[in-house]
């Protein structure tokens, strides 16, 4: 007997004791697909024939079974399954999980059973035990398929037992085997000549009778259903797809108003509303035979199909992820009504859940039913209904090409009961203001990303981030980007010194990097600027609608500014700059984010300043002066404080070193004129994300934007510098000592290109060379102290550095993800991410 | 950092005896965070001054593990090493045991006498400025000269710093002067370097048992001497910049004052007949911070309580105070808390039948409030939603409220009557529920109630 079981489904072995059920399932199925009641005792009981325990043991073969229906897996119940309750659960467990139960059933008879049991020391229960399982199965039989197994399969003999052939098929909605290409074909509802003009446009050639057609290159059609109903032609219509799926050119899928045509012509009593009187019509008129082949076809349509190695799903009315793949009534109903409520709103039609707006799922779908007035990706589901016998268009998704083909129609067939347009144009449905759920953040998440391939936040940073982010950052629309961490260089040697280039410039030359760009390190905070050339294009793009049409944030994502004007003030001046350099255009786009510095420190961080760093100068000043005077004076006694007095007078020499590091950060701000924003990366515009770039470009445009505003942008400094050549790299070290003596912040040192690689993976994105006056304010007034800077040298970067790749690989993924048009979830995942693993303990000082 | 003690009682050199450190040596003194000397810059019989010069390690005071701030760097860049806080006081117990004991082998009586002293401190953080200098040392019969320090001399327009050079003069016992300053430089400070435990109540006790109970300050001095509790600093969030605002605080930050408390009360009771009052069988409590309203509706009989707060060092403290790990099965499968922000969507927030937001909306930036707004009553979707927020109009009356200033720092926004009764109807009509206003609070006839509430039904 040959034994055809889908796979997945659930099986369950029905037997009594000494059938050989277990030895049936070690031969046909893995060990760990068989899940046996028996085992399940000795786990929790210790004895596997401990009856008492057996309702503890079903608890955890239950459990069991429904993790592997969830994954989905084949799974196999070992049990004797011979009364109808302990079946009714397995058959509810895989109706809960949408796949099929069947099942297999050993009926030996009792003299074999015993034999068997015979056998067995651990099986001495008394003949009238298998006697009673036996007449408990023989109740049973007939039954089955009532209690819902999908398939059963009786064996009755040894001999038949051992002549199993079992084969696992998959399921009818899997042909994930099938690759395509594909053109996926919206509802086409009787529009016959649209649907001919359809086919031609994908280059499709059609017979002159418009009732078969040959693809071009191995295309197929898929269509999403709804062949009838409100249309002229669904006779032909009907006839045209049969024959392409006859000749394996097409597959259908079942629409509602093909399934109510079913009915109706099953004989079943049906209301002939929404068109159906004029299907019936059209196919009474149609050659004999046309009702009955229709009939027959439309009723062997599968619910749904999953395609393309699973990366394509096609339902008629969309399929949320946990259907995919699946068979129950439920999932079929899903497939051809959508996701109703079962309420129905002021015109009468159905109010529905937007299963879209929730969906998280990789594979893309592909769906129709409700006409929509243009096609748009949502949540990697797109819905290619527009509406044609309305008087739209008929629409084709090509596919892996991801381009959609459409042809108006020729007239408007049937009046709509709402206008088509129902969104206001040009916002993305993907943006709006609550699009966004906890579930796409919360909890320990793993990131794919392009340049680092895998990114993982544990769950604890997780949880930081979701506060720190929704009390404090700007609208998440806004935010595309946050800037990586940087490391600073490896610790140099040379006294007085704890940074220094050359450790830079050697790292990148061990990595196998060539050039490397050294960029001025600007006295500021790290600024980026998203602007919009208005705030049409903020609407469109990003979905703010107040109004704005950019935004400056912080490194953390917050607002740059509290004050909303002095906001728009700085994006507005960008925004000129931008214009008159003439970037729009030479850039192909109508926005940008910039990676900036906004000057002076002080305008962000005055109180920090003032509470903290000038604090502790004037106590440090006030403390060292008085106690270096009563030294002065205890010495004028000839006490012997010689040494304490010149350590005295040195501390007080570095504290006076240190209230001018932090000096050079300040200068007053009473408004926008007295900013600087030195941008230095043009990271992403319309056209993509310019980590393909070397820095001489990102610097060249920034160039162009300061040349356009000299006054109020800033330059960055820089020296490109070939680290194989010592004088290059003696001009660069000379720089840094030239800049850091004038208690410049020191450097930033980058491989030229923007996102280089080297034996491990991504090279650092830039490491960090700061001048010994500012570390000052990083490491405390007097870490240059020759005996302190000794102890400071033991610093740790491993962490940062990793933090480092990590970061810059997930703030670019944000771009990359952005510019490709992903929905706002898949950009914020991104973004918030970076915050999250920002939390991490690491040394501040880095 | 710097103590120099001076005295003119004749013959002046006798300081020497009472500190048991001799005018003519210099000595040196080991401590954990670096070393002690005392030295002598004048000693003669009409004046002998004793300088105690404390020479801090930074780095080893780093290493040691301080507290620290929101200020990531400011284990690093702190003004520890260079003033007279608790290491002073360390030290002065260290260095001038004895001393301030009042013990005096060779000159006893002379240690019980009152004797002319001036004490001078170069650096002295003081949180409270000169005013609490004063109420401190005055009423122990000091003479107090204050000097105020500028933060930078490039930058006078930066005002003073928080640190103050101090002189202390008095006819004092030595033991008495030392003593003072071993309780009093810790007090001013109002930051300590090692935490506080049982110990630090007995050394109060120790050194300030016989003047102590007659100082008016006696409840400042205490509260700040054994600084409460173990903070509720969190080292992940403050990387971050998050500003350090306490949960404990932010259930009521104007707590201080007797009628804000009594409008807190008020405002909870009236926000528990409301959701009794709905018919209600469960009940989320949205933004519950500590949970003072959870403690009162787990005693209402709901089938479920849920507390929601974005924050999860207030949902920790929320759990303690709750005794979430004590409760029995039964109570317990009846109360949950769950980590989550107003401003994502979250299916577990839906079914639920009532919902109160309590001084949540105004630490919302305007325009994620209308995320919060789709998310609660268009995807939560409780038949009840209650929501209460200040009413800016009752502002003024608080008369320690600076003008034009929020109740509390991390408000986005207040709104008056008008503005509220205008987002409620708004939010009304775009998501389907009928509103009534109530209000909160002594109602006063031109500016209404402290606190308005909006009751939203479907």
Redesign the interface.
């Known amino acids: 007997m040959r034994i055809d079981v889908p796979d997945p489904s659930l099986v369950v072995l029905v037997g009594a004791s000494g059938s050989g059920k277990s030895t049936f399932a070690r031969r046909h199925f893995l060990a760990t697909e068989v899940l046996s009641s028996d085992a399940c005792r000795g786990l929790v009981a210790d004895d596997p024939n401990d009856q008492s325990a057996t309702e503890d043991a079903f608890a955890v073969l239950e459990f069991i079974a429904a993790r592997r229906l969830a994954q989905p897996r084949l799974t196999v119940v070992d049990a004797t399954n011979v009364q109808r309750p302990s079946r009714r659960r397995l058959v509810q467990l895989a109706q809960a999980h949408d796949l099929f139960p069947v099942a297999i059933v050993l009926d030996l008879s009792e003299a074999v059973c015993r034999a068997r049991n015979r056998g067995r020391p651990d099986r001495d229960f008394g003949p009238h035990v298998v006697r009673g399982q036996r007449t408990q199965l023989h109740r049973s039989l007939r039954g089955l398929q009532k209690e819902g197994f999908r398939r059963t399969w009786v064996l009755d003999s040894p001999d038949q037992t051992e002549a199993v052939e079992l084969v696992r098929s998959p399921l009818w909605t899997d042909r994930r085997a099938d690759p395509g290409p594909f053109d996926v074909i919206g509802d086409v509802h009787g529009c016959h000549a649209e649907l001919v003009s359809l086919l031609g446009e994908l280059g499709w050639a059609v017979a002159s009778d418009g009732l078969s057609a040959a693809p071009p290159g191995g295309r197929r059609a898929v269509f999403v259903g709804d062949y009838v109903d409100r249309g002229p032609a669904s006779g032909e219509v009907l006839e045209l797809i049969m024959r392409l799926a006859a000749d394996g050119h097409a597959l259908c899928l079942p629409g509602n108003h093909d399934a109510k045509l079913v009915r109706k012509l099953k004989g079943r009593d049906v209301r002939l509303t929404h068109g159906l009187a004029e299907t019936l019509d059209q196919l009474g008129r149609a050659p004999t035979g046309l009702r009955d082949r229709a009939r027959d076809f439309l009723d062997g349509l599968v619910s749904h199909a999953v395609l393309d190695g699973g990366r394509l799903v096609v339902a008629h009315a969309g399929l949320k992820e946990a259907y995919h793949g699946r068979s129950s009534g439920r999932v079929r109903d899903f497939a051809l009504y959508g996701d109703t409520t079962g309420e129905a709103d002021e015109l009468g039609l159905p109010v529905r859940n937007d299963w879209a707006q929730d969906y998280r799922g990789t594979a893309a779908v592909v769906y129709g039913h409700t006409p929509v007035a243009e096609p748009r990706w949502t949540n990697q589901t797109i819905n290619i209904d527009t509406g044609c016998v309305f008087g739209g268009r008929l629409t084709a998704l090509r596919w892996p090409e991801r381009e959609l083909v459409s042809v108006p129609a020729a007239r408007e067939y049937f009046a709509p009961a709402r206008p088509l347009f129902t969104l206001p144009p040009g916002i993305d449905p993907d943006r709006g203001p609550s699009t966004l759920d906890v579930e796409d953040v919360a909890g320990k998440r793993i990131v794919q990303t392009r340049l680092a391939r895998t990114v993982t936040v544990r769950e604890e940073q997780a949880a930081v981030a979701l506060e720190v982010m929704s009390r404090f950052a700007v609208d998440p629309r806004w935010l595309v980007y946050l800037p990586p961490t940087m490391a600073p260089t490896a610790t140099s040697q040379r006294s007085g010194l704890l940074e220094h280039p050359e450790q830079a410039l050697a790292e990148y030359r061990a990595a196998g990097v060539a050039r490397v760009v050294c960029q001025e390190k600007h006295m500021g905070s790290r600024a980026i600027v998203v602007v919009c050339a208005d705030s049409d294009v903020a609407a469109e793009r990003f979905g703010v609608t107040d109004g704005s049409a950019g935004v400056v944030v912080t490194r953390t994502g917050r607002p740059f500014f509290d004050d909303a004007a002095l906001m728009s003030g700085v994006v507005e001046r960008v925004r000129s700059a931008v214009t008159s350099a003439g970037r729009w255009d030479a850039l192909s786009t109508r926005w940008l984010v910039l990676d900036c510095e906004l000057m002076p420190w002080s305008a962000k961080a005055i109180e920090l300043l003032r509470r903290q760093y000038a604090a502790v100068g004037a106590a440090a000043a006030a403390g060292l002066t008085a106690t270096a005077r009563t030294l002065e004076q205890a010495a004028g006694r000839g006490q012997d404080v010689g040494e304490l007095l010149g350590r005295t007078r040195a501390r007080a020499d570095h504290v006076e070193g240190y209230r001018d590091a932090y000096r050079r950060y300040v200068w007053p701000v009473d408004g926008i004129d007295d900013l600087r924003l030195a941008p230095f990366h043009v990271l992403a515009a319309e056209g993509g994300v310019f980590v393909d770039r070397d820095h001489s470009w990102h610097l060249d445009q920034c160039d162009a934007l300061v040349d356009a505003a000299p006054d109020w942008l800033q330059r960055t400094g820089r020296r490109y510098v070939d680290v194989t050549d010592p004088a290059g790299q003696d001009e660069a070290v000379a720089w840094w000592e030239q800049l850091t003596a004038a208690g410049g912040e020191g450097m930033v040192v980058k491989p030229l290109g923007f996102a280089e690689r080297g034996a491990k993976g991504l090279v650092q994105p830039g490491v960090k060379c700061r001048g010994r006056e500012y570390l000052r304010i990083i490491y405390g007034p007097e870490y240059a102290d020759p005996a302190q800077l000794d102890r400071l040298r033991g610093r740790n970067l491993g962490r940062k550095r990793s933090l480092a790749v990590r970061e810059f690989a997930l703030g670019v993924e944000a771009l990359e993800r952005f510019v490709r048009r992903e929905p706002l979830h898949r950009v914020h995942e991104c973004v918030f991410s970076v915050l999250a693993l920002e939390s991490d303990a690491v040394d501040p000082r880095l | ?2 103590l ?1 003690l001076t005295t003119t009682h004749r013959p002046a050199t006798d300081l020497g005896f009472l500190l048991h450190k001799h005018p ?1 040596r ?1 000595q040196r003194f080991g401590l954990p965070f670096g070393a002690a ?1 005392v ?5 003669s019989p009409e004046r002998c001054t004793a ?1 105690l ?1 404390l ?1 801090v390690d ?2 080893g005071l ?1 290493r040691r593990g301080h507290g620290s701030t929101a ?4 284990e ?4 520890r ?3 007279a806080s608790s290491l002073m006081s360390v030290a002065l117990v260290t260095v001038f045991k004895s001393a301030m004991s009042g013990q005096c082998r060779t000159h006893p009586e002379l240690a019980a006498t009152a004797i002319g002293l001036e004490a001078r401190l ?2 002295v ?1 003081a949180r409270g400025g000169e005013a609490l200098v004063r109420r401190l040392f005055e009423p122990l019969g000091y003479a107090v000269d204050v000097q105020s ?4 001399e ?2 006078p327009e ?1 005002g003073d ?3 103050v ?1 101090l002189r202390l003069t008095a006819a004092v016992r030595l033991a008495d002067l030392l003593t003072h300053l071993y309780v009093l430089l810790p007090v001013l400070d109002d930051d300590k370097h090692y935490w506080v435990d049982q110990t630090e109540i007995d050394k109060l006790l120790h050194r300030g048992g016989d003047w102590l109970p007659g100082h008016p300050e006696k409840e400042l001095i205490t509260r700040r001497y054994l600084k409460h509790e173990a903070s509720l600093f ?4 403050d ?4 500003s350090a605002v306490d949960p404990a605080a932010q259930e009521d930050p104007e707590g201080a004052l007797e009628e804000r408390v009594l409008l807190r009360d008020q405002r909870l009771g009236t926000v528990r007949a409301a959701l009794k009052a709905s018919g209600a069988r469960r009940v989320l409590d949205l933004g519950c911070g500590p949970g003072a309203l959870l403690r009162l509706l787990v005693q209402d009989g709901y089938d479920e309580v849920v507390g929601v707060d ?3 060092r207030a949902l920790e403290i929320a759990a303690r105070r709750l005794r979430l790990d004590e409760l029995h099965d039964d109570r317990r499968d009846r109360i949950r808390l769950l ?10 927030l839906r079914g639920f039948d009532a919902a109160a937001l309590v001084e949540v909306i105004e ?1 919302l930036d305007p ?2 409030l ?2 919060a707004e ?2 609660v009553f ?2 939560a979707q409780p038949a009840t939603v209650i929501v209460t927020t200040p009413n800016a109009e009752y502002n003024p009356r608080w008369e320690t409220l600076p003008a034009g200033r929020f109740r509390h720092p ?1 408000h986005r926004f207040e709104w008056t009557r008008e503005q509220f009764a205008a987002w409620s109807a708004g939010v009304g009509s775009r998501h389907g529920y009928r509103v009534r206003h109530v209000p909160i609070g002594p109602e006063d006839r031109e500016v209404g109630p402290p606190t308005q509430m909006a009751v939203f039904e479907r």
């Open positions: 950092m710097l120099t003519d210099v000397h030295v002598y810059p004048e000693a300088a010069v020479d930074p780095v780093v200020f990531a760097l400011a690093y860049v702190n003004d090493p260079y003033v170069p650096t953080p320090i500028g933060l930078d490039q930058h930066w710093s928080r640190h050079g969190h080292p992940a969030l990387r971050l910049e998050a974005v924050s999860s980590q989550s922000p107003l401003t994502y969507r979250d299916k577990r630490h325009p994620r209308a995320a789709v998310n268009a995807d991390d």
